[in-house]
């Protein structure tokens, strides 16, 4: 690689104000930043793994850039279920759609919706898909959709991570309790006890690896390299365990941290880390020397 101006720069600061009496200025805590350089480095990567809930494991080898040996990501899918309006209204009223998921606030929650006389299927199924996409408890765990006489929620995932440019949705499981009940009130449409579960949800699993394959960021090959600096920046909110063994066996990142290895010494006998997260994500960038 044709790499220039290697460098590390590494120090914490802070101003300290005096509030004894009598006492004026201020003092700096810490000391200055100190630079380290590296000129003979000739290779440089950087990797960003999205871990997904149940602590998956990322491998990385640091002399060569691969990630393989992590845990095989699975992408999971969103749950859906869906209930059919049947049914011309022969009196104006209320119907009354009662949403059931574990976990959710109020469930069974008991929904509201008027409609007239006359009204088709598809025509107080729109009421019905706008009344519990109006409802927050319900808005906040399921996309409301559905056309016609369809009256669909989609399981929004249980969780997001992003780093402001790419996105991993973390879906939750099947909840088999999942349910939208239509009762018909005076109104003379068709009662539905049941809805039907379209789609069985898929827990998001594994590591979700951005490069980490053996390649720099113009796709070419990384060469077997000591490395001499490494950065460990947890983006997200949950803390890191790095498992390397030597001098960064069972180091936990907090999350929203990084921390920096810098110096051959420091890093001796590390080639191979193992990461372990849930729900967050790392970038781990690399200087080294062929």
């Known amino acids: ?31 200055n930043p100190q630079t380290i350089t590296f000129p003979d480095a000739n290779v440089g990567y950087s990797v960003r793994a999205f871990f997904a809930a149940g602590a998956p494991t990322f491998a990385l080898a640091l002399t060569t850039g691969h990630s393989t040996g992590s845990t095989a990501f699975v992408t999971g899918v969103a749950q859906v279920e869906t209930a059919t309006a049947a049914g011309t209204a022969t009196g104006s009223g209320d119907i009354t759609v009662t949403v059931t998921s574990a976990g959710m606030a109020g469930s069974p929650l008991a929904v509201t919706v008027p409609i007239l006389i006359t009204d088709t299927a598809a025509t107080w199924a729109t009421k019905v898909r706008t009344a519990l996409a109006a409802n927050a408890t319900i808005a906040a765990r399921f996309t409301v959709s559905g056309t016609t006489t369809a009256i669909i929620l989609t399981r929004k995932p249980g969780q997001v991570l992003t780093d402001g440019v790419n996105t991993v949705n973390l879906f939750v499981a099947t909840d088999a309790t999942l349910n939208i009940g239509i009762a018909a009130g005076t109104t003379g449409i068709t009662t539905a006890a049941t809805s039907a579960n379209t789609t069985a949800g898929t827990v998001t699993s594994g590591v979700y690896v951005l490069d980490g394959n053996g390649e720099d960021f113009e796709g070419v090959a990384i060469p077997t ?41 420091v890093l001796t006998g590390e080639t191979a880390l193992t990461i372990v997260g849930s729900s967050t994500y790392l970038t781990v960038t690399v200087l080294a020397q062929a």
């Open 1 to 31: 690689m044709n790499l220039a101006n290697s460098r590390a720069t590494i120090g914490l600061t802070t101003k300290a104000t005096p509030t004894s009496t009598a006492v004026n200025g201020s003092v700096q805590l810490g000391d």
């Open 225 to 265: 390299c000591v490395p001499k600096a490494v950065l460990f920046a947890n983006g997200g909110t949950t803390a890191l365990e790095i498992d390397g063994g030597g001098t960064l066996a069972n180091l936990d990142i907090e999350g929203g941290s990084s921390i920096l290895f810098a110096g051959g010494n």
